[in-house]
């Protein structure tokens, strides 16, 4: 079974804090992914990796960075943590070796900054 | 880049009654549709996928449907029951494209008991 875990399922912050959000997988999956989760907006993709050292932007990585110094491991980072920032954060991986792009994801954590 | 609408955004049905969802997308070379399922407080959960080369899939009492010319899939749930009831995502991805998936904004399902 896939194990995604993500480190906090509840943080609170203060404006212009920097946040680390963490994600390690069990599985030796290549690719893992960034989103976060509003209600009535779906899953926004924030940044992404296919690999070690690697990372892509997504569809909104403003204020957003990331880090993949281990295959298993996925972190985001919020430089200077602002208010609009405050969601739900869903860390997910995937494998082409599985034959499919399913992703498998992890419980999320729910950041609220004041 | 790639984009998916779904629709509707919630739905409502008495326990008993069908379901459908549907999705279109924008880019032709999109070839994995999958469908997810998030109940209320926990992860989302893969329920059924379909690629380009197949048209229909069906597992029990859930089917998906693909029309590639006219780019939109569905999401069919028949003799619905209570927990059916959870927010349902479709998305699409091309599947040399390092996993990476464009997700529908979500149906909140209610099934009515």
């Known amino acids: 079974d896939v194990k995604v875990t993500q480190s906090s399922r509840y943080l609170v912050k203060r404006t212009g804090e920097k946040v680390f959000l963490e994600c390690v997988q069990d599985?030796?999956?290549?690719?893992m992914f960034w989103y976060r989760q509003d209600p009535g907006l779906g899953l926004r993709l924030i940044y992404f990796?296919?690999?070690?050292?690697?990372?892509e932007k997504g569809d909104i990585p403003e204020g957003y960075s990331v880090s993949r110094e281990k295959k298993e491991r996925f972190s985001l980072i919020l430089e200077s943590a602002s208010t609009n920032q405050t969601s739900m954060y869903l860390c997910?991986?995937?494998?082409?070796?599985?034959?499919?792009?399913?992703?498998?994801f992890g419980p999320g954590t729910r950041l609220t900054v004041l | 880049g790639e984009n998916v609408e779904q629709h509707p955004s919630t739905l409502s049905v008495q326990e008993g009654d069908s379901a459908v969802i549907k999705c279109t997308y924008s880019?032709?070379?999109?070839?994995?549709f999958p469908w997810y399922k998030q109940e209320l407080g926990k992860r989302p959960q893969l329920i059924i996928d379909?690629?380009?080369?197949?048209g229909e899939k069906k597992d029990q009492r859930i089917a998906v449907t693909l029309n590639k010319t006219a780019k939109h899939f569905s999401l069919h749930i028949t003799e619905t029951q209570p927990e059916d009831s959870a927010v349902y995502f479709c998305?699409?991805?091309?599947?040399?494209?390092?996993?990476?998936?464009?997700f529908g904004d979500g149906t909140t399902l209610t099934v009515k008991p």
């Open positions: 379909i690629r380009s080369n197949v």
């Open positions: 599985m030796d999956h290549e690719n």
């Open positions: 997910a991986s995937s494998s082409p070796a599985s034959g499919s792009n399913e992703q498998f």
């Open positions: 998305a699409a991805s091309i599947s040399t494209n390092a996993g990476k998936s464009t």
């Open positions: 880019d032709s070379a999109s070839n994995y």
């Open positions: 990796s296919y690999d070690v050292k690697m990372k």
